[in-house]
């Protein structure tokens, strides 16, 4: 049939006004928003892209990642949760020093220094540090996540989470709520005074309540959640409150004497169940780890100076590039120069398909970082081209029940160019000042097109 | 200007196939879905919207409606918190006898017998109710409001709810749960048993609570439940774990020995805060009643035999017409022929812009009354078409923060034939069966187009 004897068919790539003029013409077009990939990345992109192994090890890491049930089964100290060498300290996002250490984390290694009684003024905690008297390892060594500067000391309580289909097990601490806290690098009495009460009554309480009501799904709470306005990294009102409601009556009855003060404690911060989230998220990553030739994403973290993503077909290796400043709205008379820059494990969020990933339910944050709801529904949408699946469970009303965008491949990054979208709160840069506003930010494209380069030498080894 | 001089411009009205045949030529027209009037109403309509008094009337109405602020400020047994004379039931919707009742309506009236100790079995108790020893008025003569039977005797414990802007007063009784309940016909042994210690235990410890939180801003609530996948009529998980967790430490302190039990089963029923809702509408809507000259609807409710609507400038005179069965879907092995007709007091909260008006905030919802996404946003969007205005808090994320519509106009009503979208339970006909599902009902055309005739004369006479 030749090209002339039927009716145009038409495809338009590129400038829009070309498009228009068809439309205005009645004839019908098929516009396809193609972009080149990412700058320097073809030859490896071909190269990863015929790898044999990648479909079926891409299948299998992203069914492993969504088909984790994480549970929350207990609450523990870190101390007796963690294998923590001894002297040592866990941090958000890929390895850092003291010296390359952003002001906020800092603040909050100060914090831990203090806390721990390793230290008993904020100069001598200083000196300790830069001394390196305290050895630094990031949360992710240790199937740990933090938020923010996600200091995490032997004397903290963890929320221990298992994922009962892959069996793994995964940690995050307790989030101290608003304002001045440990994890924004504020470090001032009132901080240290909270984390103490933390462990001495919110955690050894939540563990009595746990124990009496047995493993809670958070697998169907985030699911339900985001039926209820959450993307469970800014927004966590409606899994804080359905968590609440769960545990209220096992709280009364297990601890009866300080059950009013912790329901006003973790009633009072929409955020509670914000940790919980990360925990759930680590554990369900965590299962889709080390598959030879999947170029999945297992993780995203910041430390504050350095944004590093880990690869399922790579093993523990970070691929780092410069934290961003998040763009957003900020508190009271704080500005863009106050802010520091990217912080903090909660990208686990977007890296299990929730956060950013999942704006398009909850609208409502939109507006706490600056944007319309349109914005929030475009910013989903465009994360189904950079992942491999949609989540079974974790599905967007909006979206007609869609499940969210999960599994971010790199080769998917490289190739369209479109970097994962990530919400965020946002720390003062200077220690101690605590939190400055919350907005959206752009992870640095190299951390993602170096962890591909690596996988071409994989694939070469293999 | 003559037609033919520039381009056409083009109206389409009707058939949908001659205006596809403009676009194919790509003609820009304008599509306009008009329709007559309902059958019968042209001459009462053309007086209503004639009279002067209208315009301001209804937006004074509509104002106050909009501008209440109900605020939960206690929890007291109906014979202490309202004026019920001696031996006097309330039910849900306009007038009924116990000659007309439906199966559902004689069962709680059956329960509440039994409840109060006037009758000693069911037998008895039907005795003295068809004998008339017990009077039966409607809630709404009595500023209260029911879900289904709604029946209320003196022993049960009222949600008591004041309008901070106006100063009004409204009561619901509380929420007993699912499955078999009073208020679905219910009236076996632990129904009883139920509303007993609800009276007993419940209540009470409640009234505590809420004497040490001070009053509840249920508008605020209300609002935050919207942006939750709530619509505060057949969904009330956000709203209910919102006031859970509100109260939640003030039980544990002013009930300490009862908090467990309370706090399980409140928390167990998604639907505890719908009573609250709907005594927060009832205080809105009777804001803006008996304001001469206004259409605007103050309350639509159904006694399962009748529909009824009353309006702001009628006073409290009912118009009525026969309630329909609901579509939807049942519950295990019952049908459409189990199906009581529609009955309750709850169709208050679609009065006041909730519930089927707000159906597209909660899209959850539609899968359990049969449905897709796009019929919820349909649903809300044609019921602007017969409001008066955009609620200035009730907000619905998904229509980009757009208000619910607000405050029926039966003008509205005539003039476009669509009629109130109605989500609600489904009552078994046969008393003592409870629900049998949920789902839509249309309320009956001529409630209203009997309303729209009634303010002719009175418009005539004024």
Redesign the interface.
């Known amino acids: 049939m030749s090209l002339l004897s039927g009716p145009p068919r038409v495809i338009t790539v590129g400038a829009e006004p070309l498009g228009e003029a068809l ?4 004839v019908a077009r098929t516009p396809v928003a193609w972009r080149p990939p990412l700058p320097g990345t073809a030859d490896a992109l071909a190269r990863v892209l015929a790898d044999p192994r990648r479909a079926a090890a891409n299948e299998l890491a992203v069914r492993r990642l969504t088909a984790a049930r994480p549970h929350l089964i207990g609450v523990r100290p870190a101390a007796l949760a963690l294998d923590l060498p001894e002297r040592t300290f866990l941090h958000a996002g890929p390895p850092i020093t003291w010296e390359r250490a952003s002001g906020p984390m800092r603040g909050a290694l100060i914090g831990a220094m203090l806390l721990e009684g390793w230290a008993d003024d904020e100069q001598e905690a200083v000196a300790g540090l830069a001394e390196g008297r305290v050895a630094l390892e990031p949360c992710h060594h240790h199937r740990t996540v933090g938020p923010m500067a996600g200091v995490v000391s032997p004397s903290m309580w963890m929320f221990e989470v298992r994922d009962e289909e892959h069996g793994g097990t995964a940690y995050c601490s307790l989030n101290e709520g608003l304002g001045k806290v440990l994890r924004y690098g504020a470090y001032g009495p009132e901080v240290l005074r909270r984390l103490r009460w933390m462990g001495e009554v919110l955690g050894p309480a939540l563990a009595s309540a746990l124990a009496m009501t047995g493993p809670i799904d958070l697998r169907a709470m985030i699911a ?1 959640a985001l ?3 959450d993307e469970l990294h800014n927004r966590n ?2 899994a ?3 968590l ?3 545990l ?3 709280l ?2 297990a601890a ?1 004497g300080r ?3 912790v ?2 404690f973790a ?1 009072g911060n929409d955020h509670f169940f914000l940790n919980a989230a990360m925990a759930a998220a680590k554990a369900a990553t965590d299962a889709a780890r080390d598959i030879p030739g999947s170029s999945l994403v297992v993780a995203m973290a910041r430390n504050g100076t350095d944004f590093g993503v880990q690869v399922s077909g790579l093993g523990s290796r970070w691929f780092t590039g410069p934290a961003g400043v998040p763009d957003g709205l900020y508190l009271g008379a704080y500005g863009p120069a106050d802010a520091n820059p990217d912080i903090g494990d909660s990208t686990i969020t977007e890296t299990a398909g929730l956060g950013g990933f999942a704006m398009a339910a909850a ?2 944050i939109v ?1 706490f970082v600056g944007g ?3 914005d929030a529904v475009a910013a989903t949408r465009s994360m189904y081209e950079i992942t491999l699946a949609e989540h079974p469970a974790f599905q967007i ?2 979206l ?2 869609r499940g969210t965008p999960v599994g971010i491949d790199v080769a998917l990054i490289a190739r369209t160019g479109v970097l994962p979208v990530v919400n965020t709160g946002i720390a003062g840069r200077v220690a101690g000042t605590g939190q400055v506003g919350a907005g959206l930010v752009s992870p640095p494209a190299e951390a993602f097109t170096k962890a591909l380069q690596a996988l071409t030498k994989r694939s070469a080894i293999e």
């Not at 439309?23 to 009645?26: G, K, L, R, T, V």
Request: charged residues 25%; without cysteine.
């Open positions: 439309d205005a013409q009645a339900q039926q209820m306005g009102r409606a804080t409150s359905l609440l409601r769960e209220a009556p096992a009364v009855e009866a059950a009013a003060e329901l006003r009633g609208p409502a507006r319309e709801v349109d009303p909006g007609g029940f």
